[in-house]
């Protein structure tokens, strides 16, 4: 009896230790994020998940680094010719796809020509023509001279053409195949995502051998999905569970200034604002009422009650590095008095009543602080009624800018001011390809002659240049009434090696397990 | 009149009433609360419902015995910076306001539809009581969270909602009670002399068939107004700037376990305490009109 004991003792001591070891060996994560991916093939849509997903299993001509700029993948290097117009790309020989196919310039031609198809086709818009050369050299040419290019190339994910011509692309979406460091094994909707890596990956072999990405939509459940060890790694901890998540044992909060602006979109230009309450007129035309709306908001209290300090209060429209940034735009100040004073001066000592618009559940905590703004501005004069809407029709209600005239929301800008603007702020009806956004009817054409010099200006500093000077522009003109910028924040055991991203992907490519 | 009031005093009712202290203490509930909600506004230290007199630097504040705490908040505030207690009093307002009114809507129409149900029978009869069937197949908040969803949140749209949720009870109620009156001689009789159908109705089976609506409607005030607290904690109740007692929970609920227990729990107090003082008043109506419990 003694020695069977001994027997199942030694048997379950060595089962364990090769479990062990077996961990040792294969290195695992669990990912839980706010969302599923809408698709796995990465030209469909640019939203962030499916653009993680696209970052795990595809590469990009470039790819953006952790700060958010491109960087070579697979093209080594490029030349622009002397027209301004013309790109040479050298692609990365020896790049395979997951199914062992080779990497050539068809690929390329086949991705643009996708991409050019669905709702990425913003990324080739500024693409007249790509030739390949031979199958490692192709020539981009572009419309006029462009400085986005390459911010551009970095968003379009490349896609194997024999693979994905072979079997549609309805299946491609189920079965999606690229040259990424991980390789896609399975997809339940809302429920997983697993896959696992690359050993021929041509930028090394990834660290982590299995990722399981884990779609948790409710953030309270999500946190508690770490809390209890399920899974590894989370991104948008609830503001208000931060402490709590931070005093946990073996977890640790990570924090990064998020892209993501929230900022009222003001109308400015229209002589009867649609969401002007009991006026024949529109108060926001005058340029001391729109400067008091901004004087009248106490970014500062926003910041420290309602996101319990995980924010940036900001009069900027991009953050500092991205083009646009102006030391000119001065700091928000919060001056409620001078605000009145503005307000009596423009002829209205006692105010108006507006409508202001604002996403409820979109942004962490927007119905609060679209709230907060409510209360804020009616104590100088300007009475808001609050519409709130839920953030599956409030987008189709501010879009065409027919029903409001103030508009609480938010924009997270990958590129430059330039990009933001001519969607948000470019009159309308003036470009078919501008000014779609623009909720607030902003038409100002000194503005759009700059976004337009910009637009052809190929030189990056100089663009910059352009662009810090339209940014000084609208925010002196209050068309844009800049809030804060959102912090980004994950939550992680304290053995996984992890470092936020501009562009809120979580990559395991770039991280560890210890 | 002084004589009725005198006869009042001595009936069976008000004798049962002082021997069952659950009534009594319902009773003392439900008077503390339309005491509260007719003159509280008057006296409550804030206007919660008007958002230019928020401050947010005061969100967050905990009641005034704990640490941080203010008299000016004696229960503390919210996420924006409204006081609990004046929060509370005019949210108790809302809640009950709702509460009422939907009920003597509905009690309104569904009683005048079972009426004429029972009354008449035939297709009639027929067509409104499947009606009736197909609506007490839904969940009643199914049917509430569907309308709300659909025309948006409001006092007006609330109170709407829940009537058409809840006229159903008391149109069923009310016309197997007249099934079973206007088999009876003194509906004959009144037929008789020559009364035309409505007359006998109103004057003849309606105030026989009280006694039942009484006890509804007294426990359906409590269900509307936990009904209308579920709705304004889904989010499609009442607008965000002037909250019930509901939303006031939910609001509190977000940020329950990061510690700011009291903006969830005080309120939600207050409606248990309130739902709660109605069904005992609702218990004891039901057991002195219910002869089979005597």
């Known amino acids: ?331 928000p100040v919060y001056d409620p008095d001078q605000a009145k004073k503005l307000l009596a001066e423009a002829g209205y000592p006692d105010g108006f009543k507006v409508y202001l618009d604002a996403p409820n559940g979109r942004y962490p905590n927007d119905g609060q602080v679209a709230q907060a703004l409510a209360s804020q501005l009616t104590k100088v004069g300007i009475q808001v009624e609050l519409r709130l809407h839920p953030k599956s029709v409030f987008f189709d209600f501010v879009r065409p800018g027919d029903k409001s005239s103030l508009v609480m929301t ?81 939550g992680k055991k304290k053995n996984v090696v992890f470092e936020p991203r501009a562009d809120k992907s979580i990559l395991a490519y770039e991280m560890d397990v210890k | 009149m002084k004589n009725r009031l005198g006869n009042f005093f001595r009936s069976e009712l008000f004798h049962n009433f002082l021997r069952n202290p659950g009534a009594v203490i319902g009773l003392v509930i439900v008077i503390f609360f339309l005491v509260m909600v007719l003159i509280g506004p008057f006296f409550t230290p804030q206007n919660p419902y008007d958002i230019g007199g928020l401050d947010l630097m005061d969100a967050y504040k905990p009641p005034m015995w704990m640490d941080g705490g203010e008299r000016a908040f004696p229960l503390g505030t919210d996420e924006q910076g409204r006081d609990l207690l004046s929060a509370m009093v005019y949210g108790s307002r809302i809640s009950m306001g709702i509460g009422l009114i939907v009920v003597l809507l509905s009690c309104v129409i569904g009683t005048f539809l079972g009426l004429v149900a029972g009354y008449f029978g035939g297709r009639l009869d027929s067509l409104l009581m499947r009606l009736v069937d197909v609506q007490l197949s839904f969940p009643a908040m199914l049917v509430a969270l569907f309308i709300m969803a659909a025309f948006g949140r409001g006092f007006g749209k609330l109170v709407f909602a829940l009537t058409i949720v809840g006229w159903v009870l008391y149109a069923r109620t009310v016309r197997s009670s007249v099934l079973v009156e206007k088999k009876k001689e003194y509906i004959d009789a009144a037929k008789l002399i020559g009364l035309s159908p409505f007359p006998v109705i109103f004057r003849h089976v309606l105030p026989n068939i009280l006694t039942p609506l009484i006890v509804i409607a007294t426990i359906q005030v409590g269900t509307v107004i936990l009904t209308e607290a579920t709705l304004s904690y889904l989010g499609v109740g009442v607008p965000v700037t002037k909250p019930s007692l509901g939303l006031l929970v939910k609001n509190g609920y977000d940020v329950l376990f990061s510690g700011l227990w009291w903006s969830s729990v005080f309120p939600g107090m207050f409606i248990m305490l309130l739902v709660f003082g109605i069904n005992l008043l609702g218990d004891f109506l039901r057991d002195e009109f219910n002869p089979r419990l005597k």
């Open chain 1, 410 to 490: 938010g924009w997270s800008e990958p590129i430059d001011v330039g990009e933001m603007a001519s969607v948000l702020f470019y009159t309308r009806g003036k470009n078919p390809a501008k000014g779609g956004s623009n909720r607030g009817h902003y038409a100002n054409p000194a503005f759009d002659d700059l976004i337009d010099e910009a637009g052809g200006t190929a030189d990056p500093a100089k663009r910059g240049e352009i662009l810090e000077r339209a940014a000084q522009m609208i925010v002196e003109d209050g068309g844009i009434v800049p809030l804060y910028f959102q912090q980004d924040l994950y």
């Open chain 1, 1 to 331: 009896m003694k020695k069977r004991l001994a027997a199942v003792f030694l048997a379950l001591t060595l089962s364990l230790l090769a479990v062990a070891g077996a961990v040792g060996a294969e290195k695992s994560i669990v990912i839980g994020l706010g969302s599923d991916a809408l698709f796995m093939d990465p030209s469909q849509q640019d939203e962030t998940i499916t653009n993680t997903m696209g970052r795990y299993m595809y590469d990009g001509l470039l790819n953006n680094n952790a700060l958010g700029l491109p960087e070579p993948a697979l093209a080594t290097s490029w030349t622009i010719g002397d027209d301004n117009l013309t790109w040479t790309f050298t692609l990365r020989k020896d790049v395979k796809f997951h199914d062992g196919t080779d990497f050539t310039g068809e690929d390329v031609v086949y991705t643009i020509d996708v991409n050019r198809t669905t709702l990425n086709k913003n990324f080739t818009s500024a693409i007249k023509e790509v030739q390949v050369i031979d199958p490692h050299t192709i020539k981009i040419i572009t419309n006029e001279p462009s400085a986005i290019l390459l911010e551009s190339l970095a968003s379009l994910r490349i896609l194997p053409k024999a693979y994905r011509t072979k079997i549609g692309d309805a299946a491609f979406n189920l079965a999606p195949m690229g040259t990424g460091p991980y390789i896609f094994e399975e997809w339940v909707k809302e429920d997983h995502i697993t896959m696992k890596a690359n050993e021929s990956y041509w930028g090394g072999a990834p660290a982590i051998k299995k990722v399981t990405i884990r779609p948790i939509s409710n953030a309270a459940t999500r946190t508690a999905a770490l809390l209890t060890g399920e899974v590894d790694i989370i991104e948008d901890v609830p503001v208000r569970d931060v402490d709590k998540v931070k005093a946990t044992e073996g977890i640790e909060v990570v924090d990064r200034p998020s892209e993501r602006l929230i900022y009222l979109h003001v109308d400015a230009h229209r002589p009867q604002g649609p969401g002007i309450i009991g006026l024949d007129k529109n108060p926001l035309t005058d340029l001391r009422v729109r400067k008091a709306l901004s004087l009248a908001i106490n970014r500062g209290s926003i910041v420290k009650m309602i996101m319990n300090g995980n924010a940036y209060a900001t009069n900027q429209m991009v953050l500092e590095g991205r083009r646009g940034y102006s030391d000119k735009i001065a700091p």
